[in-house]
């Protein structure tokens, strides 16, 4: 993903006109593909309850996007908010009687009006993709194949981000993607973080990180220099929070309490990350 893009995708999905309204299927959400005047096309995740068997909370996609963009991960497509009137939805969907039945049961409407993710389209076909096998043995201690240094630090890049955006649904089949057949991880599908429950409690959401010992050293170098130990507005919640500021939708969505938890989850990973070196040693641990 080439955050060069960003501004332009981000202006087109936020505000250019929508040509064509379809739905997407292929996840459990209700979601919709749009189309743009310029032929660009997106995704977009309206704001849902849970009761089709969801977790999509599209603020955690828009989130998402902008913690990948602050820590460099560049992983994620380009995503902002946009609302669409609800009976411009319906009028879209007429005649399908399944999808109109979801939206009047699980699509969430404020004053007529839908509040969503977009995400922009990546073209060309995804792959899906399981751990490389002995994966979590180099990430433990022990020197890391050549051939594996790559993969390993897309897979502990995802551990970690998944690990700050609070997500519990990366594991559950269907939400490992690559660019293209056995190319590069994608971080797609980032809706299930930022629970309002558990942010609310101080409690993080995955144990898949207590397994993993060995961390890209940019990816905590960026961390360490918004941990705990920085000032305040230096921190990560403080830059998320100015990000989502600039988003159409993003100011009044993500409460003050989600800012503080991301700050948590940041001290409590480099936590994690000091165990490790203790254990076995810097030059384990930071090294790739
Ligand atoms: N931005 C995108 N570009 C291309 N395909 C996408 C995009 N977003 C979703 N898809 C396709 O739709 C599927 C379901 O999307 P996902 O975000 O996983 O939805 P859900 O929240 O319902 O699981 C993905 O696995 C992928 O095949
Ligand atoms: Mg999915």
């Known amino acids: 993903m080439d955050p060069a893009l960003d501004a332009e995708w981000i202006a087109r999905m936020s505000t250019a006109e929508i040509t064509q309204l379809r739905r997407n299927s292929g996840g459990r959400s209700v979601m919709f593909k749009l189309t743009f005047a310029d032929g660009r096309r997106a995704v977009w995740k309206p704001e849902q309850n849970q009761s089709g068997g969801s977790a999509t909370n599209y603020v955690s996609e828009i989130a998402a996007h902008h913690i990948d963009r602050i820590l460099g991960l560049r992983r994620v497509a380009p995503v902002s908010g946009r609302a669409i009137g609800l ?3 319906r009028a879209a969907m007429r005649g399908d009687t399944e ?3 979801r939206i009047q049961r699980e699509v969430i409407a404020r004053e ?3 509040r969503g993710a977009t995400i ?3 073209d060309g076909t995804l792959g ?6 002995a994966w979590t043995g180099q990430t433990r201690g022990r ?4 051939q594996m240094l790559e993969r390993v630090r897309e897979w502990t890049d ?3 981000f998944d690990f700050l955006i609070d997500n519990t649904d990366r594991w559950s089949g269907g939400n490992i993607r690559t660019l293209g057949v056995g190319g590069p991880l994608i971080f797609l599908d980032n809706g299930a973080g930022f629970n309002q429950w558990r942010a609310e409690h101080d409690r993080v959401g995955m144990d898949i990180l207590q397994y993993v010992c060995r961390f890209k050293r940019t990816t905590i170098a960026q961390l360490r220099a918004m941990g705990p130990d920085a000032p305040e507005g230096q921190r990560l919640g403080a830059r998320l929070r100015a990000a989502m500021a ?3 939708l993003g100011a009044e969505t993500l409460g003050d309490v989600h800012y503080r938890a991301l700050d948590f989850r940041v001290g409590r990973l480099l936590q994690h990350v000091q165990r490790c070196e203790q254990r076995f040693g810097a030059d384990r641990v930071t090294d790739i």
């Open 158 to 160: 995802l551990v970690v």
């Open 112 to 114: 007529g009006q839908v």
């Open 128 to 133: 899906s993709a399981i751990p490389p096998q």
């Open 246 to 248: 600039r988003d159409v």
């Open 99 to 101: 999808i109109l039945g």
């Open 87 to 89: 009976s411009r939805l």
């Open 120 to 122: 922009a389209w990546l």
């Open 143 to 146: 020197p890391v194949a050549p």
